[in-house]
C-alpha cells in the first residue's frame, strides 16, 4: 500500500515537473518565435524600403530619359525648320535678279548655316546625355573596352530609340553618316545583321 502511494505521488510529482518543463519551454518557444517575428517585421520593413528607393530610383531616371528624348527631339524640329527656311531662301534666291537682295539672302543663308551648326541646345543636350549615362558609359567600356567616344555616343543616343535621321540632325552630320556608324558599332558589339541593334544596347 505504502509502495503504491510513494509511486502514485512519484508519478504525480514527475507529471507536475513534466507540465512545468513544457511551459517553460513553451513560453521559451513563444518569446523565440516573438523574436523571429519581430527579425521578419524588421526585414520586411528594411526591404520595402529599398525596393521603394529602387522604384524611385527608376523612376528618376525613366523621367530623366523622358525629358532628354523631349530634349533631342525639340533641337530636332528646330534644326528641321531651319533647313526648311535654308531651303526657302535659296529659291527665293534663285528667282531673284536683284543683286542686293541676293546678297541679303546670301548673309540670311550663311547665318542659318552657323545656327544649325553652332547649336547651344545641341551642345547642352549632349552635356546632360553623358551625365545621365555614365553608368550605362561605364557597362559598355567594361564590356567592349575598344569603343571610342564617338561610338559611346552614337549609342546613347540609339539608347534613346531615336533614329538616324534624328541623330544625324543632333550631331550635324549627314543621315549617311549615322548609318555608316551604326554599321561600324554593330561590329565592334559582335551583334548580328538579323539581329536589332537597338533591343541589343538598351539591355547593356
Do not use: C, W
Not at 575598344?146 to 559611346?152: A, F, G, R, Y
Amino acid at each position: 500500500m505504502i509502495f503504491v502511494e510513494i509511486t502514485i505521488s512519484l508519478i504525480f510529482i514527475f507529471t507536475l515537473y513534466f507540465l512545468f518543463y513544457l511551459h517553460r519551454v513553451n513560453r521559451k518557444n513563444k518569446l523565440y518565435i516573438h523574436e523571429l517575428e519581430q527579425r521578419n517585421d524588421e526585414i520586411s520593413l528594411k526591404i520595402k524600403n529599398i525596393e521603394n528607393k529602387e522604384i524611385k530610383l527608376e523612376t528618376k531616371l525613366d523621367s530623366k530619359q523622358t525629358e532628354l528624348i523631349d530634349f533631342a527631339l525639340n533641337i530636332v524640329q528646330k534644326n528641321n525648320f531651319l533647313e526648311d527656311l535654308k531651303l526657302t531662301v535659296n529659291e527665293i534666291k534663285n528667282f531673284s535678279k536683284d543683286t542686293k537682295t541676293i546678297q541679303k539672302l546670301n548673309i540670311l543663308s550663311l547665318n542659318i548655316n552657323q545656327h544649325i551648326a553652332i547649336d547651344r541646345n545641341r551642345k547642352s543636350f549632349q552635356l546632360q546625355l553623358e551625365q545621365a549615362n555614365q553608368e550605362f558609359y561605364n557597362r559598355l567600356l567594361e564590356k567592349y573596352p575598344s569603343l571610342t567616344v564617338k561610338e559611346k555616343r552614337l549609342a546613347s543616343y540609339l539608347r534613346l530609340k531615336l533614329n538616324s535621321k534624328e541623330i544625324a540632325s543632333l550631331l550635324n552630320i549627314t543621315e549617311k553618316s549615322v548609318e555608316m556608324n551604326r554599321y561600324r558599332l554593330r561590329k565592334k558589339l559582335s551583334v548580328g545583321a538579323s539581329d536589332n541593334l537597338v533591343e541589343f544596347i538598351l539591355k547593356i
